[in-house]
């Protein structure tokens, strides 16, 4: 099982109900069967092609499928923790935001946007969820965001900056972090790349000086 999975199913905590929403191949599920005590196991996706894909827990009676929407298909009070990865953050929030009638429920929700990671971060902030962890997994040399979000009432505005929304407001305090700083890195290589080229010229130009400044000074944070 990958490093990306192994990591999610790290950041469920054990006895949890949980639901794993655009659950796809189902491994994940499998994983926390096999590895931890998880006191309800329910996988959901809209795709019925893809719930046929799960065969690695068709024959498991602890986990049930159920082809949906998002949180749609959870009944009240059924689950406290939501884990959804493997889709864009855009998505990710729209599926949350059409299930918020669960929020009250859920006391944890794990989170790994496959694109789009500030998106993901300005709109917990915009809910006021608490950001409780955060962390860089690579796999096959590809760097996946995992947050582990606390969606609480009423929570207070983090003020994270635009720093905070494009480094991570937790990771860019672990400047040393292994994982973090060969994302920084990466970026960094992505970034002197596309400044490089002729056709990178105005306002896209602009945003790309910007955050490769913004990646060099986060080097330099960590450096030593
Ligand atoms: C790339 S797969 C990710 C599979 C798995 N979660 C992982 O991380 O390896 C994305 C899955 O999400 C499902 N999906 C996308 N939007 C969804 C939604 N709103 N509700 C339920 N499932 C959704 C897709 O059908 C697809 O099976």
Do not use: K, N
């Not at 962390?135 to 929570?155: F, N, S, T, Y």
């Not at 860019?172 to 700083?181: A, E, S």
């Amino acid at each position: 099982m990958g490093a990306r999975l192994q990591a999610l199913a790290a950041a469920v905590e054990p006895g949890a109900r949980v639901a794993d929403i655009g659950t796809d191949h189902g491994r994940l599920l499998a994983l926390l069967r096999r590895s931890r005590a998880v006191a309800v196991a329910i996988g959901i996706d809209r795709s019925a092609a893809a719930l046929a894909r799960a065969t690695a827990v068709r024959s498991d009676p602890g986990i049930e499928l159920r082809r949906g929407d998002g949180l749609a298909p959870l009944r009240p009070g059924e689950v406290d923790t939501v884990v959804i990865a493997g889709m864009g953050a855009r998505a990710m929030i729209g599926a949350l935001e059409r299930g918020a009638a669960r929020w009250p429920e859920l006391t944890r929700l794990i989170l790994q946007p496959a694109s789009q990671w500030p998106a993901l971060r300005a709109w917990i902030a915009a809910r006021r969820f608490a950001l409780r962890h955060e962390a860089i997994v690579w796999e096959r040399d590809q760097p996946h965001l995992l947050c582990v979000v606390e969606p609480v009432r009423a929570g207070a505005d983090p003020g994270w900056s635009d720093d905070d929304l494009a480094l991570g407001p937790l990771l860019r305090h672990r400047p040393q972090d292994p994982g973090y700083r060969a994302w920084l890195e990466r970026r960094r290589c992505a970034l002197a790349a596309a400044l490089a080229e002729a056709a990178c010229t105005g306002a896209a130009a602009e945003h790309a000086r910007r955050d490769h400044a913004r990646v060099l000074a986060a080097l330099a944070a960590g450096a030593g």
